[in-house]
T-cell receptor
Framework: DTEVTQTPKHLVMGMTNKKSLKCEQH?????MYWYKQKAKKPPELMFV???????INESVPSRFSPECPNSSLLNLHLHALQPEDSALYLC??????????????FGSGTRLTVV | AQSVTQPDIHITVSEGASLELRCNYS??????LFWYVQSPGQGLQLLLK??????LVQGIKGFEAEFKRSQSSFNLRKPSVHWSDAAEYFC??????????????FGAGTRLAVHP
């Protein structure tokens, strides 16, 4: 299995809703990532987990709450989002190495619309 | 700080023509360089990567890229473009300073259109 699976593919939520994005990989990768991509823009890093521990938070607002319950799963919990949070949310994974010489495997993303 | 520049926002080529997408990076040490492709509404697929060694790198789908340290460039090439190559292409540089986590910094992307 060489894929990163993200669910749901599309999500529409109101500003008072609570929802979660899910990401799963079975490649034995020990680093997992959340990226946010606005329309016609490159992806921007949000969070990095390594060995199920949060290692990088790129100053993301607290209305985004990541969780890594085990080595195969990564969640992104959403609460009280704003319309400007509408974007494609991409999950990725990689081997954890000391040199950083790895390539990411990306999922197909969740298209989030906040109304 | 590391940065990546893709000078061409939009490129149009005819099917069967050759292609070169430009990428320039700014990084003090040996960079880790990547090219990714993204079809509309999809995730990113790794085309190829360069860490060290041979400066001409072969990737998937018939793509190759050449690392030129003197020009701080990592241009992507394909000898004959197919209509299915129409997509957004991102050049990225990895930041090995982040404790082994490959924090990718992406260029703005180049949108490729292919005319029949």
């Amino acid at each position: 299995d060489t894929e990163v699976t993200q669910t749901p593919k599309h999500l529409v939520m109101g500003m008072t809703n609570k929802k979660s994005l899910k990401c799963e990989q079975h490649m034995g990768h020990r680093a997992m990532y959340w990226y946010k991509q606005k329309a016609k823009k490159p992806p921007e890093l949000m969070f990095v987990y390594s060995y199920e521990k949060l290692s990088i938070n790129e100053s993301v607002p607290s209305r985004f709450s990541p969780e890594c319950p085990n080595s195969s799963l990564l969640n992104l919990h959403l609460h009280a989002l704003q319309p400007e949070d509408s974007a494609l949310y991409l999950c990725a994974s990689s081997e954890k190495t000391g040199t950083g010489k790895v390539g990411y495997t990306f999922g197909s993303g969740t298209r989030l619309t906040v109304v | 700080a590391q940065s990546v520049t893709q000078p061409d926002i939009h490129i149009t080529v005819s099917e069967g023509a050759s292609l070169e997408l430009r990428c320039n990076y700014s990084y003090g040490a040996t960079p880790y360089l990547f090219w990714y492709v993204q079809s509309p509404g999809q995730g990113l697929q790794l085309l190829l990567k360069y860490f060290s060694g041979d400066t001409l790198v072969q990737g998937i789908k018939g793509f190759e890229a050449e690392f030129k340290r003197s020009q701080s460039s990592f241009n992507l090439r394909k000898p004959s473009v197919h209509w299915s190559d129409a997509a957004e292409y991102f050049c990225a540089v990895g930041d090995p300073s982040t404790g082994g986590y490959n924090k990718l910094i992406f260029g703005a992307g180049t949108r490729l259109a292919v005319h029949p």
